[in-house]
């Protein structure tokens, strides 16, 4: 919060890398995933949830909350005159927020697609048991024999 405080008053634009830096961890999506994983899923050792596959799994997961977010919210953050990945890009392709926003469901895609398709950051117990399907949607639907 310091940080976006700061490029607030001073009117700095900071670099997408230094807002990712920045509002990547303020998405904190790891304390409720990690809760509801401990109620609704089989017991992840503790081994596992502490290693670094696990950690760039969230990572992962919080990059694309984060821009998904930016996606919803850039027009509310302008308004109120703070930092958004959009509004970040936009200049970038002649002020099209349009444009903006294509480039950023292109990074959210890729990020998916390296953890589904490739596993990228998923912990090698996480593999089995239907984790990467679950986010597959109408593919793990069809893959159970359902609509």
Request: proline residues 5%; charged residues 25%.
């Amino acid at each position: 919060m310091m940080a976006e405080a700061g490029w607030a008053m001073s009117g700095q634009v900071p670099s997408m890398e230094e807002y990712m830096e920045v509002r990547r961890p303020s998405f904190a999506l790891g304390p409720i995933v990690l809760t509801s994983l401990y109620f609704i899923g089989p017991e992840i050792p503790e081994d596992v949830v502490r290693c670094q596959d696990y950690n760039e799994l969230f990572g992962h997961m919080n990059v694309c909350g984060r821009l998904l977010n930016d996606l919803q919210s850039y027009e509310r953050e302008k308004a109120q005159g703070k930092v958004n990945s959009v509004l970040l890009l936009a200049p970038r392709h002649d002020g099209s927020i349009e444009a903006a926003k294509r480039k950023l469901r292109t990074a959210i895609e890729a990020v998916q697609a390296g953890v589904l398709e490739h596993g990228q950051g998923v912990p090698p117990v996480l593999h089995g048991g239907g984790w990467l399907r679950v986010s597959q949607g109408d593919d793990a639907r069809r893959e159970r024999g359902g609509a």
